[in-house]
């Protein structure tokens, strides 16, 4: 049971989650009632950590930031959670559930290349960069629903927060473009022929559509190997994975063709999210 200096830092993490992570925090409303707490403080941090680059005008705060997050987690920086409502949620969580903090640690790392404009060198290093953020968060879900205890997800959470990571960029190529951020890694690029010179003048190619489609096509694969795992996923635990729900849609949109991939940010109504959300919930239970 939440204590009541805690309730308002639950409260403020789940509305943060329902402002800046509006996909998993319509997924969080089918987890169960006692449990959905702790998982919007996870989202809630991840969504912190995902938005620092936002936030600062250089890349040196934005480390000073993450820095603040890993000292507080490894321990070092404790009391100042009481004045972060997002820290006290997420500290009570991974306390109340033994969370690994080297999970937490390794998803903070992996932001700081969001920091940068360096390229991503390797398809290796994206699914990397995918497991170390997305993966994990589905993980540590599933670990708060199952009690503290090994849910047996690790697997099932890797592919799944690949492709739900993947699709997340796809969707968000023309603003990282905009920004001088590149995702598609360079040996994908090389493969068909384009030059990071190109998306970052807006360039549109076949190469640069053919490089998309492989990265969609990445996606997908990881999905259908969630979709052959999920099965030996008990019922109680299924609800963490339910943001992935939303992987094939999105993909079906980002394939619509003639759609500008410098333009177009993919989105879907609010409502077909929910009812696509509903439909993953029904048959998880």
Not at 11 to 35: N, T, Y
Not at 79 to 91: I, S
Not at 96 to 110: K, S, T, V
Request: overall charge neutral; aromatic content about 8%; proline content about 7%.
């Amino acid at each position: 049971m939440i204590s009541p200096s805690l309730t308002d830092a639950y409260a403020q993490a789940a509305e943060r989650v329902r402002a800046l992570d509006k996909d998993r925090w319509l997924a969080g409303l089918f987890v169960p009632a006692g449990a959905r707490p702790h998982v919007y403080a996870l989202y809630a941090f991840s969504a912190e950590i995902a938005r620092v680059r936002d936030v600062v005008s250089d890349p040196l705060p934005g480390e000073v930031r993450l820095q603040w997050w890993r000292d507080l987690i490894e321990g070092s920086a404790h009391g100042e959670a009481n004045a972060n409502p997002l820290a006290a949620a997420l500290l009570d969580t991974v306390e109340r559930f033994a969370l690994p903090r080297a999970a937490l640690i390794r998803l903070i790392d992996a932001r700081i290349f969001d920091l940068y404009d360096d390229p991503m060198p390797t398809v290796n290093d994206l699914e990397g960069y995918a497991g170390d953020t997305a993966s994990a968060l589905l993980q540590l879900a599933a670990i708060v629903l199952a009690g503290g205890k090994d849910p047996g997800t690790a697997e099932v959470a890797g592919h799944a927060g690949v492709a739900y990571a993947l699709t997340g960029l796809l969707r968000a190529f023309p603003f990282h473009a905009a920004r001088g951020q590149v995702f598609l890694p360079e040996d994908l690029l090389a493969r068909h022929g384009v030059a990071r010179a190109d998306i970052l003048s807006g360039r549109s190619t076949p190469g640069l559509a053919a490089a998309l489609a492989e990265a969609a096509d990445l996606a997908r694969d990881h999905l259908e190997r969630t979709r052959a795992l999920i099965g030996r996923v008990g019922p109680a635990i299924r609800p963490a994975f339910l943001p992935v729900a939303l992987v094939e849609p999105f993909l079906r949109a980002l394939a619509r063709p003639g759609r500008d991939p410098f333009r177009e940010i993919v989105d879907l109504p609010q409502w077909r999210k929910q009812w696509v959300l509903w439909r993953a919930a029904r048959q998880a239970g």
